[in-house]
């Protein structure tokens, strides 16, 4: 049975107040959508996470347009569908006071019910009162991803798709409603923006925080808290509000992330908490990913059917991004990462080293060497760090450049380079190179000692060992002798190894130019050599 309605949940809402205008967006809301009769296509759907300003920027849309436009705010209840539908017309009713009597008849008969099958003769009734409406008018839904109801949702698809040209939708979401909105796409009979129109950018990021909110930021305070919040403007109002009460801003700012306490509780209140388990499940344990596929996602959760679920994700707007317009690889929001690692952690932590190590695996096979390394370094499974660089050294320098290799070799102590003597060699390169000479004989002498034969007579080894002398000795003033060596280098060393072919031409030119004679090293310096990637 029909019951009263609560008009607030049908009367436009006030204009917020400090709203930072957005005219770009605005502008794109009304391009190609008016037309002499009404409106050209009947809908426009809005649909991002929680907090990028779904609900905000339609009001905003709507301003100097109020006495056109009805406002329908949905909740949980009205996945009831006499309950939908009574609000819906109620909405529309504050446009025109007797606008859908008939429908409105037939809800107060209870023609509705689970069990009716005559909500054709409901929505024809409807639609053909909604005809005679003479201006355009403007139906708003807000928070359309309350309603689970397949029958709500077949029906306002037939409803959508037979709206006169004088009534428009837009409907706001944090998720896609199961429309056929690829059909609608093609036809052009639908608008859509999306978490990338509506997400901040760089300069609208500054005026909120500066003049919106009054805060005194550096330039590089402000890049910064943009990146890490990716423009989503929920998370930069939390932000501004930590900040108004905290004394140490560039403190703050660089520890901003999402187990931050305003972040946490609303990305845990809003989004998180409301996921089934299976899905809470999956977003923890595929967290600790920098980027993600399918067969990834299976090969760590141990299930088969990660591709689902990433179209899940993906349509239900749960801060994943993709990374490419074949849906095959995507990425966590941030600030949404950041929470999933620290639920992770607090709920699950014995599993982290299991993810990372199933992950790294992943990544070696699929020979994406340096995630491999990345997933390994993280749970300190070393020997498997140190069995990878050893065996794909060169191939990772030159694709990811020297870094990687610098802080894995760091990290490794001398039982694991005493089983891989090749990796002493090139942490005493990169010693010498970053850090000076100490060690770098110890380091020399543990290679010497435990390289075996095969080894030894390894090309890229024996140039490794003759270039790090080169650098030794030059670096002792000893510049005949580095030359020697440096040369030496340079005929050992594979023709391939564009990094380190550099590397010796550089110190081979420097050695000839500190012997006095400036000809000498032109030849080393102008010799075409391929650079490294990075």
């Not at 760090?385 to 320098?397: D, G, Q, T």
Request: aromatic share 10%; charged share 25%.
């Amino acid at each position: 049975m029909v019951g009263n309605i609560l008009k607030i949940k049908t009367s436009v809402p006030p204009q917020g107040a400090n709203i930072l205008p957005r005219p770009c967006i605005l502008e794109s809301l009304d391009h190609g959508l008016w037309a002499a009769e009404g409106f050209t296509y009947p809908l426009t759907l809005v649909s991002a996470p929680a907090g990028f300003g779904k609900t905000t920027l339609i009001r905003s849309w709507l301003t100097g347009r109020e006495d056109r436009a009805a406002w329908y705010a949905l909740d949980e209840a009205d996945n009831k569908e006499d309950r939908f539908w009574l609000y819906l017309i109620s909405s529309l009713q504050t446009l025109k006071a007797d606008l859908g009597e008939g429908p409105m008849e037939m809800l107060r008969s209870n023609a509705l019910s689970a069990e009716s099958e005559d909500i054709e003769s409901f929505l024809v009734t409807l639609l053909n009162e909604l005809f005679a409406l003479d201006k355009p008018y403007i139906l708003v839904l807000d928070d359309y991803h309350l309603i689970e109801n397949v029958r709500i949702h077949k029906n306002m698809a037939f409803f959508i798709e037979n709206l006169p040209p004088t009534l428009h939708l837009a409907i706001t979401t944090r998720s896609d409603p199961p429309w056929p909105l690829s059909r609608w796409r093609a036809k052009r009979k639908m608008a859509e923006l999306r978490l990338d129109q509506l997400r901040f950018n760089e300069e609208e990021t500054g005026r909120l925080l500066t003049e919106t909110k009054g805060l005194a930021l550096s330039e590089a305070q402000l890049n910064t808290l943009h990146e890490k919040t990716e423009g989503w403007i929920a998370g930069l109002q939390l932000a501004a509000y930590s900040l108004t009460s905290n004394n140490n801003k560039d403190r703050f700012i660089h520890e901003f992330a999402g187990n931050q306490r305003n972040v946490f509780n609303f990305l845990s209140e809003e989004v998180f908490t409301r996921q089934p388990e299976a899905v809470r499940e999956f977003l923890m344990q595929t967290s600790i990913l920098n980027r993600f596929c399918a067969p990834l996602c299976d090969a760590i959760t141990g299930s088969n059917d990660s591709a689902e679920v990433l179209s899940a994700l993906e349509a239900a707007n749960l801060f994943v991004i993709p990374l490419d317009n074949q849906g095959i690889w995507y990425r966590y929001h941030h600030l949404f990462s950041d929470l999933l690692r620290h639920q992770l952690s607090s709920r699950q932590p014995e599993m982290i080293t299991e993810l990372h190590n199933k992950a790294g695996k992943w990544f070696f096979e699929a020979n994406e060497l340096s995630e491999a390394v990345y997933h390994f370094l993280t749970v300190k499974n070393l020997d498997k760090v140190a069995e990878i660089l050893h065996a794909n050294s060169k191939e990772i320098v030159e694709s990811e450049g020297p870094n990687l290799i610098v802080r894995c070799l760091d990290s490794f102590p001398d039982e694991i380079l005493r089983k891989y003597p090749l990796l002493a060699v090139y942490k005493a390169l990169y010693h010498l190179m970053r850090k000076g000479r100490e060690e770098v004989g110890a380091l020399l002498a543990l290679a010497e000692e435990n390289a075996d034969e095969k080894l030894k007579n390894h090309r890229e080894y024996s140039s490794i060992v003759a270039l790090v002398k080169a650098y030794h000795n030059l670096f002792s003033h000893k510049i005949p002798q580095a030359l020697e060596h440096a040369q030496e280098a340079l005929r050992l060393l594979p023709a391939d190894n564009y990094f380190l072919r550099i590397n010796i031409a550089i110190i081979s030119g420097d050695t000839q130019l500190f012997l006095g004679d400036p000809k000498l090293p032109t030849p080393f310096i102008l010799k075409p050599t391929k650079p490294a990637a990075r």
